[in-house]
């Protein structure tokens, strides 16, 4: 009995470890104003080598961002009061020495452009500045909110034993007053 229960003992003992690994590595900066949440975002130390070797070689290369704005429970999980995506898109060709770049908010293209500049493009990929994504209309005034955003890549740069997919994140709380 006790060799079974082990392992599992194990696994509790290092899970904390693991998560805390990934710890808070997107920033993020949630503002209610003008019946809007803006939310602005950022992911620290911006590209790996992994993923500008990926970018160099012409594959098109995807950070997703999962967005979601929650509400704090006492008792039971949290609650989601509201929960977009938002992509950012870089295919670079090597003849023309470009970066073809596009935005898109839940699967619309928000903006798009071209640069010849390799800075220019990992900023577009990790930056975001006052997006507006969720309405504050269904917010209770002076109760307390977060917000919580989770990179991936498309191609994977690594792979993970973990089976919750892994990925970046990171939280902000702010406190909605109208």
Known sequence: MI???????????????????????????????DGQVYVSFSLDGGLTPDMRETIRSGLQTTYAYDIELRRGVTIWFDRTIAATAVTATVQFDNLTRRHQLSRAID??????????????????????DRLPL????????NAEYYVRVRARTRPRSTWSLWPWGGGQWGHATFTFIP
């Open 3 to 33: 060799r079974r229960a082990l392992p599992l003992v194990a696994l509790i003992a290092v899970a904390p470890l693991l998560l805390g690994a990934a710890g808070d590595t997107v920033r993020v900066t949630p503002l209610a104003r």
């Open 134 to 141: 969720f309405s504050t209309s269904d917010l209770e005034p």
């Open 107 to 128: 699967g619309r293209v928000d903006a798009a452009q071209v640069t010849e500049s390799e800075e220019e493009a990992a900023r577009w990929m990790t930056s975001f």
